[in-house]
């Protein structure tokens, strides 16, 4: 059953991007120049169930050695729920058509920015240990699932957290500080009752994360 299950997870990830491009393409075909198409990516901040994002707050929060992905540098990219509400209604109002990826920041924020900041903004004393992606990967830790918000800049994923948001910036979408959003996602998330904070629902699990940053401690001494 679980199998089963793990299978028809995987055929619907698989179709999920397909098939938005697909919607994007039958609304034209209908609408045809009165089509506004919204592209926000990922979507954080506060009420966000899926912890993608919330995970960083809450595992810096918690303190201690945190297990951060590749070398820093890699480019990342989400958007403020509240921000994108927002803007989706000026945009509604303005009668503004076209499609628009709308996804923060203003300028280019790469995975340790976005740590740091998190951190520096939550007041966390925790402290990031950089691993890289080749010996992730062969530790199974996963982009994405495993380390939210990041995915690897080489490879297929090169281009993924790249997009240009110029566009939707000049039709006026504006970005909160990312202190803002962090401080706020992590103050709902305080919020929520014990049970469910007992498990975050995106990220490494805290046995798991430990085995794999004694697995690299090791590593470096050999």
């Known amino acids: 059953m679980a199998e089963t299950q793990q299978t028809l997870r995987a055929d619907i990830e698989g179709l999920y991007g397909p098939l938005k491009a697909l919607s994007e ?3 034209e075909k209908w609408f045809h120049a009165i089509t506004t198409i919204v592209r926000p990516g990922l979507i954080v901040g506060p009420g966000d169930e899926s912890d993608r994002f919330t995970y960083w707050p809450v595992r810096l929060a918690r303190g201690g050695s945190v297990l951060a992905p590749g070398d820093g540098r890699d480019p990342v990219q989400f958007v403020d729920a509240r ?3 927002e803007w989706t209604i000026r945009l509604a109002e303005a009668h503004a058509f076209g499609a628009y990826n709308a996804m923060g920041p203003a300028s280019t924020l790469t995975m340790k ?3 740091d900041g998190i951190g520096h903004a939550i007041s966390a ?3 990031p240990v950089w691993v890289p992606s080749a010996f992730l ?3 199974k830790v996963a982009a994405w699932s495993d380390m939210p918000v990041w995915v690897p800049a080489q490879g297929d994923s090169a281009s993924a957290s790249l997009r240009s948001n110029g566009k939707a910036i000049r039709a006026g979408l504006t970005f909160r500080p990312l ?3 962090a401080r706020d996602t992590l103050a709902w998330w305080k919020t929520l009752p014990p049970d469910r904070q007992k498990e975050l ?3 490494i699990k805290p046995e798991r994360e430990q085995q794999v940053l004694a697995a690299w401690a090791d590593a470096k001494k050999g």
């Open 113 to 115: 920015g976005m740590v």
């Open 125 to 127: 004393s925790a402290k």
């Open 201 to 203: 629902r995106a990220g």
């Open 137 to 139: 990967e062969k530790q």
């Open 179 to 181: 202190a803002v959003t």
């Open 25 to 27: 393409r039958e609304a």
């Open 83 to 85: 921000d994108l509400a």
